[in-house]
Structures are given as C-alpha cells and as structure tokens.
T-cell receptor, first 114, second 111 residues
Framework: SQTIHQWPATLVQPVGSPLSLECTVE??????LYWYRQAAGRGLQLLFY??????ISSEVPQNLSASRPQDRQFILSSKKLLLSDSGFYLC?????????????FGSGTRLTVV | DAKTTQPPSMDCAEGRAANLPCNHS???????VYWYRQIHSQGPQYIIH???NNETNEMASLIITEDRKSSTLILPHATLRDTAVYYC????????????FGPGTRLSVLP
C-alpha cells in the first residue's frame, strides 16, 4: 500500500540551530512531493515541491531549503532557524499524478523555535 | 484576491447533515472545486472534487450550482469525528503552487 512517513512529530529548537525534517513515501515510484507550512490559525503555505531526484522548486523565499536525495525521500532543512520558522510542517504527495485525485498528507511535524 | 469565500465557522448537531458553503464567483471553465478537511493537529485529508456535475463518494456529496459560482459540501450524517476545518479550493491543477489552502470553515459537530 502507499504510505507517507514524516518525522519527528514534534520538535523544539533554539533560534540559530539547524533543522532537518524528513519525509519518505512507500508503495510508489517517482512521486511528486511537496512541503507545506501552516502557521498557527492560518491556512497552508506551499514551500517547496519536487518532481524528481535533485529537482526542487521553491515557492517562498526564506531561510529554508529542500533536497530530494532519493526518489522517495524529501528533506526540509535550515542552517539557522528563526522564530518565524515555528509552525506545522507537512509533507504531501499526489497519489495519482496526472489524474484528478488529491494530495495525501503526512502526519506533520510541529516545530517550535524558542 | 481570494478565489474562494467560506464562512469562518459553523455548528452542526450530531447525526444531522452538515452543509458547508463555498463561493467562487470568479471560477473559470476549466477550474475544479476541491474539498479537504483538517482535523486538529493532523495533515489535511482529501474529501471530494468536481468540475460541473454533482459528485458523491463514501465521505460526502458535492453540489455545484449550474453557474458554478458556488458549491456546497454535504456530510449527510455528521459525527463528532467530523469536527475539523474544511477547505474549499478552486484550481485548474490538483497540485503545486496553484493549489491554495485558505482559512477554511471550522465545523463543530455538537453532541
């Protein structure tokens, strides 16, 4: 079956520390992968998406970066976290790429920068 | 400019139908209407989508007006587990930068 894994579930990091969030998918190959962020009480903001290994598109300029070292692995990183990086980070993919079905989201990582 | 307008919150009695409206008066002919929901502290969950015709699946029904300027998501028998934020999204693409999640409607199902 097709599943998406995201970890950790919660994270508390000091300002200026690095960040690495990982997302992996199972049960498919060559998925489109996405990173979204949700600030408290707000809608979702698309940060990055990837259509293949090494291919990253950035939607919002910021101090975050993304990488896709393997087909089913998507990583969100930062060298130095800011307080404004706090939020709920979600990895997602489209199960039927090219079709009309919707996203499947991971369970999310709640990041608090202190 | 927002592509969709939804009420910020709604209440519904358990066991009753929940009817969630969405206005999308500027929708173009090739744009779909998608609905997702997000239960607290979880990722959004795809519910249903449609273009022109009404749609029904195991989760909900989607009613789109003939002029396509508005739609209604119907949960036929709401349960407490349906308490969530419901997002209405209008887009040509079912992915990427054109898929914008707004503030949505917070539905509270009351016992």
């Amino acid at each position: 079956s097709q599943t998406i894994h995201q970890w950790p579930a919660t994270l508390v990091q000091p300002v200026g520390s690095p960040l690495s969030l990982e997302c992996t998918v199972e049960g498919t190959s060559n998925p489109n992968l996405y990173w979204y962020r949700q600030a408290a009480g707000r809608g979702l903001q698309l940060l990055f998406y990837s259509v293949g290994i090494g291919q990253i598109s950035s939607e919002v300029p910021q101090n975050l970066s993304a990488s896709r070292p393997q087909d089913r692995q998507f990583i969100l990183s930062s060298k130095k976290l800011l307080l404004s990086d706090s939020g709920f980070y979600l990895c997602a993919w489209i199960i039927h790429r090219g079709g009309r079905d919707g996203y499947t989201f991971g369970s999310g990582t709640r990041l608090t920068v202190v | 400019d927002a592509k969709t307008t939804q009420p910020p919150s709604m209440d519904c009695a358990e066991g009753r139908a929940a009817n969630l409206p969405c206005n999308h008066s500027t929708i173009s002919g090739n744009e779909y209407v998608y609905w997702y929901r997000q239960i607290h502290s979880q990722g959004p969950q795809y519910i249903i989508h449609g273009l022109k015709n009404n749609e029904t699946n195991e989760m909900a029904s989607l009613i789109i007006t003939e002029d396509r300027k508005s739609s209604t998501l119907i949960l036929p028998h709401a349960t407490l587990r349906d308490t969530a934020v419901y997002y209405c999204i209008v887009t040509m693409d079912n992915y990427g930068q054109n898929f914008v999640f707004g503030p949505g409607t917070r539905l509270s199902v009351l016992p």
